[in-house]
């Protein structure tokens, strides 16, 4: 047992290298899940054999009751901070001197440049290549042991090949959340009506402390390492320790450069202000380095930063502008946003008229007084923002903003948990932003998906008493709509536009609703809007439940035992079902026929393996709907891709595939079948039809089997 345990370990440990490191599959999801199955079981049963680096410490499991603290065996410190092209010069002038007067002869000083990512930092602790330890910076001098946290990181190698670089060392890096990441958590969580993260930067701060280490896990964090700590450093350069964490599989970002002077330093400054907004994590300056270790050594430290380092920080683009207003916006869940209504202003490319305030708390922070002049920034989210009020200019006569007590619109008192910033308008049924709000979440593309509906129309349809509630839009007849219109005005650009009910708006409109009665129940469920309940939660609770009776039918104490459901959404679900109007909501929508059960199709089950490890894209029109097709790649074992790329096995041709698509797949010489050759793998021949196209493309299944695919 201990064998297939170590085997296990291995091969998992080097599946996750190829995959995060080096961007390669060599196993399917399903393999390694199953792979990973396998050995959480036999670690259960033996655990005594438990590898120090098991791969299943990375989806956590732990729970911390508090972080040790640990003194840092070498100072975690910060670096100087420059905002200008001057400073740099003159720390370049005094990195000379320092040499000078160390008595080096030398040309010019060689800088090594990296950007700072903008994270927590972390110290990794290696011993015999093990990583044994990862400690937070604290107060530079001790700080947090989080290593079960640390170890949920899938691109942080639990271990490495020390040959190179010693028996005992340390890493430092960046933790941080990846941009992508971040927009998605704070989706989800606009999606079930819970207040936004502020930045990626204060989530990944805030993950690291959470004492469960399967919720960091699910976090999805990442790191870069850029410095390397040793008693006895066997490089001569700092650039040498980062090329060779990055050959023994450490996160080392390729955005590093050698930069021979400052004049250099001062080029790679100005490339990276534009092109790292492209980056996945979040920058906000640029760190140079000397790179040769004996001139770091030379100039040694001041008592807070080393004297060899330095960070040049990007100026957030800020501007002052008085603040005329604020307002209230009222979203679905009756979450109360307010506004700062601003003189118009020009900053980074747009004018800017409205900025968010986020909360009553943000206001008061502020100390936000009516005419205030305020800073507004553009932070990585596109609605900019207010960083503080410029008190040089405030007035004699100030009156503080004081916050609404009533919504703005339905004029309800409003409410305000003890535990959260944010304000609610409790009238959920009779508030109109928050009805146009579940109509609008209703259509999303994620639910319903009827985009026919969209921009403005629901607007007007709701002015026309024709929509008060979701089931209102199967009531939605051709002669109910047609010739219907409106002048709506865009509050960015300020320009007008006519919406109206033409034919083909209209029919468009039916043929929409006809089709979403095929959505499948989980889209259904997050249509419905019910609190809490996001497109990952609708999804756990259709797998577990199945369909909308038992759901209905459910307890507390079930629902709370569903995988990823937490108690909150528990209780959200069971107040909804509590509710006789929502009751016979559901029962109309049953009566027009929507989809309140999980179909068979859309039940994920791996009955057979034969597309294994091989990833498809479906292009074109297909007799069978795509869905059922992709589908079937899912039970067969295969993936599915979601472009055309070089990691696609198959490219699954339809009727009318779009030529440049045709063309992409040509030039990488993938593989294109037909609907009826795919259906010939899986071995379902019977459904084809003398329809589909004869003459397959060059590379086809056929050629495939010759090839030795199978
Ligand atoms: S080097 C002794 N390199 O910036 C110098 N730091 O103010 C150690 N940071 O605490 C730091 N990216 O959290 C270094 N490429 C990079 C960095 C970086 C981000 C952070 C780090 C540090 C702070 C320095």
Redesign the pocket.
Known sequence: MEQRIKELTEKLNYYNLMYYQKHTSIVTDFEFDKMLEELQNLEIKYPQFKQPDSPTQRVGGTISKDFPTVKHKYQ????G?TYSEEDLIDFDKRVKKGLIDADFSFADIEYVC????????ISLIYENGLLVRGVT?GDGVQGDEVTNNVKTIKTIPMRVDDSQLGTAFEV?G?IFMPKKVFEEINQEREDIGLEKYANPRNTASGTMKLQESSEVAKRKLDA?I??YYADNIPFKMHSEAVETLEKVGFPVSNTYKKCKNVEEVLKFIQYWDKERENLPVETDGV?I?VNRYDYQNALGFTSK??RW?I?YKYKAESIATQLKSVSYQVGRTGAITPVAELTPIFLAGTTVKRASLHNANEIERLGLCENDYVFVEKGGEIIPKVTGVDMTRRGLNTNTIQYITHCPECNTLLVRKESEAQHFCPNTKGCPPQIKGKLEHFIHRKAMNMDSLGEGKIELLFEKGLLRNIDDFYTLTYQKLFGLEKIIVDEQTGKSKKIGFKEKTVENILAALQKSKEVPFEKVLFGLGIRFVGETGARKLVEHFENIDNLAKATLEQLSNVRDVGERTAQSVVDFFKDDENLTLIENLKNYGLQFSQTNENKIIVSDDKLLGKTFLFSGTFLQNREQLQNKVVTFGGKLGTTVSKNLDFLVAGENMGPSKLEKAQKLKINMITEKEFLKMIGETENTNQNLKENSPKNSFNNAIQGGLF
Request: aromatic share 16%; charged share 30%; proline share 4%.
């Open positions: 975690m410190l910060s670096l901070n990296e950007l700072k990512f903008d994270g927590v930092s910076r430092r960046e870069f850029y410095f760190v380095k930063s080393p380092a960070a």
